[in-house]
């Protein structure tokens, strides 16, 4: 995992260290979650896209990792850069968040529940996804290493 992250410079957010979710619920009181998340497998999030969900799918890998294999449709979000642009996710559509192993992604889910959005990751990551036979894009796409 990388260095630790900054503090929140958006109110209510702050991704902890060791997989804990921090927010705010008031100006001078931070609250520390672990908490269990409804997560999906691979599958079930190739179904949710497959069937039109209404989901946002958030990258939380580094850009070089996005540029060699990426799930169709999502978008990148650094999890270095995730809390600064907390503002940019829709609150009223669900999120799923992923990452190479699942390992960041979950991280960012614990964050984003805490503060009240419909978060879920997607557990074992792009290497799940590969491993279960699901497409990449670009064509010929690959999980970074």
């Known amino acids: 995992m990388g260095p630790p992250l900054p503090n929140a410079v958006t109110p209510g957010i702050r991704l902890g260290c060791c997989g804990a979710a921090q927010y705010r619920n008031s100006p001078t009181n931070v609250v520390t979650l672990d908490v269990m998340t409804t997560d999906y497998t691979p599958q079930e999030v190739s179904e949710l896209l497959d069937g039109g969900g209404d989901v ?71 290497l799940d996804w590969d491993t279960a036979g699901l497409p990449l894009e670009p064509e010929g796409g690959r999980v970074a290493d």
């Open 56 to 126: 946002q799918l958030i990258d939380v890998r580094e850009p070089d990792e996005y540029e060699r294999g990426r799930i169709a449709g999502a978008r990148l979000l650094p999890l270095g850069d995730l809390v600064a642009q907390a503002e940019t996710i829709d609150r009223d559509r669900p999120i799923v968040f992923y990452c190479r192993s699942g390992s960041r992604s979950a991280m960012a889910t614990e964050a984003f529940r805490g503060a009240g959005f419909d978060a879920h990751n997607m557990t074992g990551g792009l």
